[in-house]
Structures are given as C-alpha cells and as structure tokens.
C-alpha cells in the first residue's frame, strides 16, 4: 500500500505536486464525465472520451501525496519562519503573513526546533545538534519580544 511515509522517500516537493497534480485532474475529469454522461438517457455519452475515474489505488496515492505535500511544505515554512526571524520580522508579522497569531506562528516553530532536536536524538546525524537547537531557540526568542533591529 502506498502511504506518506513511501511517497516520501520517492517523491521531492515538486514531483509529489506533479504526481498530485496529474491525479487530481484525472480525479475531477473522471467526476465531471459521470455528471454529464452518465444516465439512462445519456445518448450522447458513446461520443464521450473515455473516463479517466481513478483506481482505488491511484485515489490512495493521491490520500498520501497529500499528505507527503503539506508535510514537506512545512518543513519549508519553519525554514523560511527562521529566515524571516533573521532578517528582522516580528512574531506579529511572521504570524499575518501565515494567517495566524504570533502566538501560534511561535509555538508552531518551538515545536518544529524541538522536532528537529528529537529527529537527532533518533537518528544520530539528522536534524539538530545542540548547538544548532541553542541558536534557533535564541533566534525564536519570545512571541512578545521585538524584532532584532540589528537584523538585515
């Protein structure tokens, strides 16, 4: 059975959205064609391209990309939280640029470091050691802390 953990190690970002997005599309096609061909009275349906519905197990592995997209995305977004962080941004800011509270923009990136620093301790080699952990907790610093103005 195809899941997350599968996709990941096959897909980048870009080709699990590529992957994704061919299925999708073969999955909203398919759906279109049943709405308008479909029916006792469908005589036109034998003029129809043929339906592109998706296979149980094509509907799985597009379940799973989903899934291997927004956690692949996420990582990308704590990355880029950190960048904004070092060039400046608030926690105010970082949280209306995601759509959310610096609060929550906040304790979304605490749990990303102590992620990273867990993912270490499993592995040996990834994630981040504790020096790393140290800088990008001084980096977080608090929700209600301004800005570094030294910062780029």
């Known amino acids: 059975m195809y899941t997350p953990d599968s996709a990941e190690r096959d897909h980048t970002l870009r080709t699990a959205v590529a992957r994704f997005e061919e299925l999708r599309v073969r999955e909203a096609l398919g759906s279109a ?10 005589m036109s349906s034998r003029f129809a391209p043929p ?5 149980k197990e094509e509907a799985l592995e597009l379940l799973a990309l989903s899934e291997v997209i927004a956690r692949k995305a996420s990582y990308g977004r704590q990355l880029t939280v950190r960048t904004a962080r070092a060039a400046g941004a608030s926690w105010s800011q ?3 640029a ?3 509270t ?5 304790e979304a990136h605490t749990r990303w470091i102590d992620g990273q620093a867990a993912f270490r301790g499993r592995t040996g080699t990834e994630g981040m050691d504790d020096e790393q952990v140290r800088a990008a907790r001084a980096l977080a610093g608090d929700p209600d802390e301004p800005a570094d103005p030294g910062a780029r």
């Open 33 to 42: 064609m049943d709405e308008d061909f479909d029916g006792p009275d469908a």
């Open 51 to 55: 339906q592109a519905a998706l296979s």
């Open 94 to 96: 970082i949280g209306a």
């Open 98 to 100: 995601l759509g959310t």
């Open 102 to 106: 610096k609060q929550s923009a906040w």
